[in-house]
């Protein structure tokens, strides 16, 4: 991978300073309403976890195992009565504007009481922080707009991202390994839009959304160069749902399949494309590659608090256990060896909590939140009226201009070494998060003894759950490649990385 001279730079070379301080100067930079706001969120989430997540997660587990196409429908309209959909959806599209790290916090303390439940909110943000990353104001504020009107009327309005196909997964996750993926979703420019052909698979909420941002390809031959994001809704003229996976874990949360037959998408439900990069920005390819960077950046940070909370979910029913169960006469909490057990559970825990933080603290300088962070523009989003906004402000948002500004403040003005720096933190944290939860979980059971694999125990449902996080959002191979590529790699000139 690199040469001898590479060994001896890696072993002189130290951190860069701000690749490792992104939370001391955030302290500084951040809002002080935005810690508040957090205590909120996280209080609001408790509530969330006692009153229904915790009573029904036993419960939509079975539903979905006895009937493999079960929809948990009530549980998406009791999150969208709650305003979780627009929660975290700016005030300049409609929601409720709270700051967007505190999602994250929210996440993992849903995930504590229901992995699968916490994705049915999570991945919808998923779709939201897709696009977001475009940049293309005029169809963020169709889109979220919509969600808003959804949670109003009391039918939830859910967005997905269609992205993974059934020959590239992991590999559209990253700009050197797309060349290599097996792409099939082709879009082909025609009058006044593009017309969409192919199938996805393994979209998380996909049978639950109403809109689906699509990653698709002018060029099947050259994915990297050619990449456009279309916005497709429930309704449109070719498409359709296909079947749903039968999952080991998560059964709350369906997987799906999307499929595209000569689905025609207009120019107006565009998010980018190639001509558009060529008008407002830079190439293509550096367009795609920071798009996709904002996206995981964001993500994959929410995938380490879904990582933290299955690993805090264990702990705390193997806490539970060791409280109530007696071996050799006296508690199990009061042997030395169960302590010892118990403290590395709370140790991985509190350690996935920080990666994720941190990484939010990197995002909220450097990526997807450091607009939304600036504090006259956060205090002023606060605590104007939401009809001033709409009326006032929304109609600049339809500009042309508006969309030209925020994509070059996001991608010319973005400073590639800012960019690595939330991938980097993006995908430490996903690895090192989700590893935590597997490792907690399996820990659990190991305390637990054969009560920890009944069915009625939850921590043997938090490790069926658990695994599935190493996979999404890219591998935890994968992240461990991109960490040393945006963290190591660029400081180390001999290093290369994704080589044949």
Known sequence: MFSSNGDRAI??????FDDITSSLKSVSKMPKAAFRETAQVIATARRFNEEVV?????????????????????????????????????????????NMPSLSCFME????????????????????????????????????????????????????????????GTDVEELELVGKAKVTCHAERVPGGYRLNGNKIFISNGHLSTWHMTIAYTDLDDPA????????????????????????????????????????????????????????????????MQVIDYVLSGSRAGVGSFGTGVA?????????????????????????????????????????????????????????????????????????PQQFVDAVVQPFLN???????????????????????????????KFSATDAGVRNCQLALELMGGAGVRTDQVAEKHLRDSKLLQIYEGTNQLNRLNLFKCLIGRSVPAAKVFED
């Open 109 to 168: 303390e849903v995930a504590s009481g229901c992995t699968g439940i916490a994705n049915l909110i999570g991945v919808h943000y998923l779709g939201v922080a897709t696009l977001c990353a475009s940049w293309n104001l005029r169809v963020m504020n169709r889109v979220m707009r919509d969600t808003a009107e959804g949670e109003r009327n009391g039918k939830p309005c859910l967005i997905s991202l269609a992205i993974t196909e059934p020959g590239a």
């Open 225 to 288: 160069n050619t990449t456009v994001m279309l916005a497709v809704r429930n309704g449109m003229e070719g498409f359709s749902f296909g079947r749903q996976e039968h999952k080991m874990g998560q059964k709350a949360c369906p997987a799906s399949e999307l499929i595209f037959e000569d689905c025609f998408v207009p120019d107006d439900l565009v998010c980018f494309d190639a001509l558009q990069a060529a008008r407002h920005t830079r190439s293509m390819q550096a367009v795609t």
């Open 54 to 98: 915790r009573p029904r997660a036993l419960e939509l587990d079975r539903l979905k195992h006895e009937d493999p196409d079960y929809l948990p429908w009530d549980m998406v309209e009791e999150a969208n009565r709650r305003g979780f959909y627009t929660m975290f959806i700016p005030k300049l599209f409609g929601g409720h504007g709270l």
């Open 312 to 384: 805090r979910g264990a702990y705390e029913e193997a806490l539970r256990f060791a409280s109530q169960a007696e071996v050799g006469g006296k508690l199990l909490i009061n042997h030395e060896w169960a302590q010892c057990v118990l403290a590395e559970m709370y140790k991985n825990v509190a350690l996935a909590r920080l990666s994720y933080v941190e990484t939010n603290y990197a995002n909220g300088l450097y990526g997807l939140f450091k607009v939304l962070h600036y504090k006259p523009l956060f205090y002023l989003m606060k605590y104007l």
């Open 399 to 429: 500009m042309d201009f508006v969309t030209w500004l925020f994509r070059k403040i996001y991608f010319d003005w973005q400073r590639e070494d800012e960019y690595q720096r939330t991938s980097g933190w993006a995908s430490l944290s």
């Open 11 to 16: 072993l002189d070379r130290e951190p860069r």
